[in-house]
């Protein structure tokens, strides 16, 4: 038999439900319409959705039309209950999209759309709701070609010229078609609706059973009959349970053919099929065999989980959309947690929009939902399942951490008789990517088995940022070096050492906060469209008004979930209940406040004992710890940035997204080597040229014993504090601030290298203002004249005195490097001054620790031969007293 799974998908309030009731009734499948508002609905079955009047759980339906059987699968159209309708979209060989001719295309709408394309579903849309006063179909039809696809067509009045018109220009073998015959072969339109070339669109009602036959007769005449293989293979979408608490799993089967008593099997677990299930509304038929197209629900499975795949199929990918609200489930009094959280995750395997997650340190259970309409239906089932009435506190939002550059993270775990080393690459991905892994390990350095294991460790776990704690997402994990020992290692050591190698990379890398966004579409009176637009700007949204008919606005845009969460309850008062708000999930987004909210959480990173950022290394047969920033001294691997390649080149170095935008020595050296030694004969190549590296070095080495030129250090000043981070960020709250930081700093640095330094700063745009050289402490400020920059004070320094003193100039300005170079100083980056500095410190910190040594200080390694002979005599005196004493 012919079979096809199409799902109904829609904007809450669109008539899904009712359009569903219709296909069922003229079918013949139900003998009588059921009503959303009469409670009387096939599909809606439970007392909740029957209360509310939305669909809160996916259901299914088998019906006849002509010759083929079509399952059709009803999702839940409220954007809470969003990932319910998600994870039914793997299975479907069509999809239904109902849109309400009053509303047109909604916000909701577009995130089902996207969705739909990101499966790569074939779509007929059914425009409902057109029996209802100011419907336009004209207008209706150019708001989907413009907000959906132009391949959105007419199928009401097929066989025209203007049909074939639009057809034709949906890809070019029917526009071949077209021009050899005036018409197109229902074969092409088949595959070119697969293709999602083409979207046939039916108007009418669903109430009045207006438009609905002719949708449904249209729906099997343009769909292609899927072809399934001989071998098995299944995709399990849903899991739930019966009302005698029998765990169902609910599977299609894309090949072979499936019977009572076979056992099925994945990676981690084997189970025997009890029972075939065919429901069609609350009602099932149990059968004992089932063939490929089939959508059934089996007993007897008890470790399956939404989202498998068996046999030939492969595992599903992550849904796109994810919970981002999160609330603490109060519980009664004497009601103990670790007995109630078995039970919230039986929950949890049937709704895959709630995430159930036990706080130890808290010591309290926290759901993270898609909204706050879930918490009464929570509510609700906890009690009805397991007898327990429970509460839920304000809530607060999900938030997530990725990074914005790129670095190498690495984990050593080397206690006694264990040992793994492991170093991972962590990459910024791009929005909406999640968490990716993969390996560019060779086998040489670490063993297959070994590299397996790693990727099993970073997959098992929900890796934690380090500015809030929060899960990390958008970022791929790369597998790049690591060292296990023939005797030592074990399984555990790799995911200690995993584990660390993240947590050591975040620490090194710049965190990014982000926070969920709503993508919205606000309705209201055109007359107060003012108000909106500066509640949304204080929300920090962003927005256009994309409708207007004088009366009516339809504003369309984004803004945080933390401010849009509660404002449809202030749209009702000040619109007094005329405006609309729509709301969807639009994805993460840097976050509008992080400082805020880093501050109000309170996280450390360095005191979650649970996901420590140091390493566990081994000496004179005893384990030690060192911190995160030092492990990298202590690692066992060369890093994969100082690597080798096989011609012996190195490594590109991968720059973040925020590094320094400088030109490199080499290729001033190359600009220099071109212009300034071009004219240069034959003659004269003997001279050799020191790089511009070399001639660095050279500067840092203080290699300048045959010439006694007094050194000089030119910092620019202002380019300096935006090219160190710590020294931006704290710019943007107060320049001040930054530049005494700055100074301090090389006022230290000066005090050790004992060099004149200059730091300069721009006072160009100063109407009026001279040349102003201060002395802060042991260095010179220089703040510079009216039309003067900092790059031509520095540059004329250079020029006029390059004979006379030794002058390094720190800039990171590549035009500016590019002169300084050609007039023959040695140049400093940005990023190299900082690191000479802390060099600097550093040397001067091992110098003292030096003179003072690891023991205790005594008073004779410090006083004169004079004294110590003194107090010898002094001693030898007492000595002869005491003997001489009766």
């Given at each position: 038999?012919?079979?096809?799974?199409v799902?109904?998908?829609?904007?809450?309030?669109?008539?899904?439900?009712?359009?569903?009731?219709?296909?069922l009734?003229?079918?013949?499948?139900?003998?009588?319409?059921?009503?959303?508002?009469?409670?009387?609905a096939?599909?809606?079955?439970?007392?909740?959705?029957?209360?509310?009047?939305?669909?809160?759980?996916?259901?299914q339906?088998?019906?006849q039309?002509?010759?083929?059987?079509?399952?059709?699968?009803d999702?839940?159209?409220?954007?809470?209950?969003?990932?319910e309708?998600?994870?039914?979209?793997?299975?479907?060989?069509?999809?239904?999209l109902?849109?309400?001719?009053?509303?047109?295309?909604?916000?909701?709408?577009?995130?089902?759309?996207?969705?739909?394309?990101?499966?790569?579903?074939?779509?007929?849309?059914?425009?409902?709701?057109?029996?209802?006063?100011?419907?336009?179909?004209?207008?209706?039809?150019?708001?989907?070609?413009?907000?959906?696809?132009?391949?959105?067509i007419?199928?009401g009045?097929?066989?025209?010229e203007?049909?074939?018109?639009?057809?034709?220009?949906?890809?070019?073998?029917?526009?071949?078609?077209?021009?050899?015959?005036?018409?197109?072969?229902?074969?092409?339109?088949?595959?070119?609706?697969?293709?999602?070339?083409v979207?046939?669109?039916?108007?009418?009602s669903?109430?009045k059973?207006?438009?609905?036959?002719?949708?449904?007769?249209?729906?099997?005449?343009?769909?292609?009959?899927?072809?399934?293989?001989a071998?098995?293979?299944?995709?399990?979408?849903?899991?739930?349970?019966?009302?005698?608490?029998?765990?169902?799993?609910y599977?299609?089967?894309?090949?072979?053919?499936?019977?009572?008593?076979?056992?099925?099997?994945?990676?981690?677990?084997?189970?025997?099929?009890?029972?075939?299930?065919?429901?069609?509304?609350?009602?099932?038929?149990?059968v004992?065999?089932?063939?490929?197209?089939?959508v059934?629900?089996?007993?007897?499975?008890?470790?399956?989980?939404?989202?498998?795949?068996?046999?030939?199929?492969e595992?599903?990918?992550?849904?796109v959309?994810?919970?981002?609200?999160?609330y603490?489930?109060?519980?009664p009094?004497?009601?103990d947690?670790?007995?109630?959280?078995?039970?919230?995750?039986?929950?949890?395997?049937?709704?895959?929009?709630?995430?159930?997650?036990?706080?130890?340190?808290?010591q309290?259970?926290?759901?993270?939902?898609?909204?706050?309409?879930?918490?009464e239906?929570?509510?609700?089932?906890?009690?009805?399942?397991?007898?327990?009435?429970?509460?839920?506190?304000?809530?607060?939002?999900?938030?997530?951490?990725t990074?914005?550059?790129?670095?190498?993270?690495?984990g050593?775990?080397?206690?006694?008789?264990?040992?793994?080393?492991?170093?991972?690459?962590?990459?910024?991905?791009?929005?909406?990517?999640?968490?990716?892994?993969?390996?560019?390990?060779s086998e040489?350095?670490?063993?297959?088995?070994?590299?397996?294991?790693?990727l099993?460790?970073?997959?098992?776990?929900?890796?934690?940022?380090?500015?809030?704690?929060?899960?990390?997402?958008?970022?791929?994990?790369?597998?790049?070096?690591?060292r296990?020992?023939?005797?030592?290692?074990?399984g555990?050591?790799?995911?200690?050492?995993?584990?660390?190698?993240?947590?050591?990379?975040?620490?090194?890398?710049?965190?990014?906060l982000?926070?969920?966004?709503?993508?919205?579409?606000?309705?209201?009176?055109?007359?107060?469209?003012?108000?909106?637009?500066?509640?949304?700007?204080?929300?920090?949204?962003?927005?256009?008004?994309?409708?207007?008919?004088?009366e009516?606005?339809?504003?369309?845009?984004s803004?945080?979930?933390?401010a849009?969460?509660?404002?449809?309850?202030?749209?009702?008062a000040?619109?007094?209940?005329?405006?609309?708000?729509?709301?969807?999930?639009?994805?993460?987004?840097?976050?509008?406040?992080?400082?805020?909210?880093?501050?109000?959480?309170?996280y450390?990173?360095?005191?979650?004992?649970e996901?420590?950022?140091?390493?566990v290394?081994?000496?004179?047969?005893?384990?030690?710890?060192?911190?995160?920033?030092?492990?990298?001294?202590?690692?066992?691997?060369?890093?994969?940035?100082?690597?080798?390649?096989?011609?012996?080149?190195?490594?590109?170095?991968?720059?973040?997204?925020?590094?320094?935008?400088s030109?490199?020595l080499?290729?001033?050296?190359?600009?220099?080597?071109?212009?300034f030694?071009?004219?240069?004969?034959?003659?004269?190549?003997?001279?050799?040229?020191?790089t511009?590296?070399?001639?660095?070095?050279?500067?840092?080495?203080?290699?300048?014993?045959?010439?006694?030129?007094?050194e000089?250090?030119?910092?620019?000043?202002?380019?300096?504090i935006?090219?160190?981070?710590?020294?931006?960020?704290?710019?943007?709250?107060?320049m001040?601030?930054?530049?005494?930081?700055?100074?301090?700093?090389?006022?230290?640095?000066?005090?050790?290298?004992?060099?004149?330094?200059?730091?300069?700063?721009d006072a160009?745009?100063?109407?009026?203002?001279?040349?102003?050289?201060?002395?802060?402490?042991?260095?010179?400020?220089?703040y510079?004249?009216?039309?003067?920059?900092?790059?031509?004070?520095?540059?004329?320094?250079a020029?006029d005195?390059?004979?006379?003193?030794?002058?390094?100039?720190?800039?990171?300005?590549?035009?500016q490097?590019?002169?300084?170079?050609?007039?023959?100083?040695?140049?400093?980056?940005?990023?190299?001054?900082?690191?000479?500095?802390?060099?600097?410190?550093?040397r001067?910190?091992?110098?003292?620790?030096?003179?003072?040594?690891?023991?205790?200080?005594?008073?004779?390694?410090?006083?004169?031969?004079?004294?110590?002979?003194?107090?010898?005599?002094?001693?030898?005196?007492?000595?002869?007293?005491?003997?001489?004493?009766?």
């Amino acid at each position: 038999m012919n079979k096809l799974v199409v799902g109904i998908l829609a904007h809450v309030d669109a008539g899904k439900t009712t359009l569903s009731e219709s296909m069922l009734y003229l079918s013949g499948k139900i003998g009588k319409l059921g009503r959303v508002d009469n409670k009387t609905a096939y599909l809606d079955t439970y007392e909740l959705e029957k209360a509310r009047g939305i669909t809160i759980f996916s259901k299914q339906a088998v019906l006849q039309i002509g010759g083929v059987q079509v399952t059709l699968l009803d999702t839940p159209g409220h954007v809470d209950f969003s990932a319910e309708m998600e994870r039914t979209l793997q299975v479907l060989d069509y999809a239904i999209l109902v849109i309400s001719g009053a509303d047109g295309v909604q916000g909701h709408t577009r995130t089902l759309w996207r969705l739909l394309g990101l499966y790569g579903i074939p779509v007929f849309l059914f425009v409902n709701k057109m029996d209802q006063k100011g419907t336009d179909k004209e207008r209706l039809m150019k708001d989907l070609k413009k907000q959906l696809d132009e391949g959105c067509i007419e199928f009401g009045q097929v066989q025209t010229e203007d049909f074939y018109d639009q057809l034709a220009l949906c890809n070019e073998r029917m526009l071949e078609t077209y021009l050899e015959t005036g018409r197109v072969e229902t074969g092409q339109i088949k595959n070119a609706v697969r293709e999602r070339q083409v979207f046939p669109c039916f108007f009418g009602s669903a109430l009045k059973l207006e438009g609905v036959e002719q949708f449904m007769q249209g729906l099997v005449q343009y769909a292609l009959i899927p072809a399934y293989p001989a071998e098995f293979g299944a995709k399990l979408f849903k899991i739930s349970r019966d009302e005698q608490g029998n765990r169902l799993t609910y599977l299609k089967l894309t090949g072979g053919r499936l019977k009572v008593k076979d056992v099925l099997r994945s990676g981690t677990w084997e189970e025997k099929v009890n029972q075939i299930r065919i429901y069609s509304g609350q009602k099932f038929e149990a059968v004992s065999e089932v063939e490929a197209g089939t959508v059934c629900a089996v007993t007897g499975l008890s470790q399956t989980r939404a989202g498998e795949g068996l046999g030939l199929e492969e595992a599903a990918a992550a849904p796109v959309l994810e919970p981002v609200l999160s609330y603490q489930i109060i519980l009664p009094e004497g009601c103990d947690p670790r007995v109630m959280l078995p039970k919230l995750r039986q929950l949890e395997e049937e709704e895959p929009e709630l995430q159930i997650v036990w706080d130890e340190q808290l010591q309290e259970i926290q759901a993270q939902i898609m909204g706050e309409v879930q918490i009464e239906i929570l509510q609700s089932l906890i009690q009805s399942r397991f007898g327990v009435a429970v509460a839920f506190d304000a809530g607060r939002i999900v938030y997530k951490e990725t990074i914005a550059d790129i670095v190498e993270g690495v984990g050593h775990f080397e206690p006694l008789r264990h040992y793994a080393e492991v170093h991972l690459l962590l990459e910024p991905g791009e929005p909406g990517s999640g968490l990716q892994f993969a390996t560019e390990c060779s086998e040489d350095v670490l063993g297959r088995s070994w590299q397996r294991l790693v990727l099993s460790h970073l997959e098992e776990k929900v890796h934690k940022g380090v500015l809030t704690g929060s899960a990390l997402t958008d970022m791929k994990i790369t597998l790049v070096s690591g060292r296990a020992h023939n005797k030592h290692t074990e399984g555990g050591d790799f995911r200690e050492a995993t584990y660390r190698a993240v947590r050591q990379g975040l620490k090194e890398a710049e965190s990014i906060l982000l926070e969920p966004y709503y993508a919205f579409q606000l309705e209201m009176p055109a007359k107060m469209v003012g108000r909106a637009l500066s509640d949304l700007e204080r929300m920090h949204g962003s927005c256009e008004i994309t409708q207007t008919d004088g009366e009516t606005a339809l504003l369309a845009g984004s803004a945080p979930v933390a401010a849009l969460r509660n404002y449809q309850q202030e749209v009702v008062a000040y619109s007094k209940g005329l405006g609309k708000l729509f709301c969807s999930l639009k994805g993460y987004e840097p976050c509008h406040n992080a400082e805020e909210v880093i501050a109000a959480m309170g996280y450390d990173s360095e005191r979650d004992l649970e996901n420590p950022t140091g390493s566990v290394f081994c000496a004179h047969g005893s384990g030690f710890g060192v911190e995160w920033y030092a492990v990298k001294d202590y690692m066992h691997v060369e890093s994969y940035f100082q690597s080798k390649d096989p011609t012996g080149e190195s490594v590109p170095s991968r720059t973040s997204r925020r590094e320094e935008r400088s030109i490199s020595l080499e290729e001033i050296d190359q600009i220099i080597n071109s212009t300034f030694y071009a004219n240069q004969g034959k003659k004269s190549a003997w001279k050799g040229r020191k790089t511009a590296r070399e001639s660095h070095y050279e500067s840092i080495a203080y290699i300048r014993e045959k010439e006694s030129k007094e050194e000089y250090l030119l910092v620019d000043g202002y380019n300096i504090i935006h090219a160190w981070p710590e020294l931006e960020e704290l710019a943007a709250e107060t320049m001040d601030g930054a530049r005494m930081k700055l100074l301090d700093a090389l006022s230290n640095y000066q005090g050790i290298r004992k060099c004149q330094v200059i730091v300069v700063f721009d006072a160009y745009r100063v109407q009026g203002h001279p040349e102003e050289v201060i002395d802060y402490y042991n260095i010179h400020l220089v703040y510079t004249k009216e039309a003067q920059t900092a790059d031509q004070y520095i540059e004329k320094f250079a020029h006029d005195n390059q004979k006379k003193y030794d002058i390094t100039v720190a800039t990171s300005d590549g035009l500016q490097q590019l002169i300084i170079r050609g007039a023959g100083s040695a140049l400093l980056s940005a990023r190299e001054l900082k690191i000479e500095i802390t060099r600097a410190n550093e040397r001067l910190k091992q110098e003292y620790q030096a003179i003072q040594g690891k023991g205790r200080n005594h008073l004779m390694d410090v006083l004169s031969p004079a004294a110590k002979r003194q107090l010898e005599e002094l001693g030898k005196q007492e000595k002869g007293e005491k003997e001489s004493d009766p």
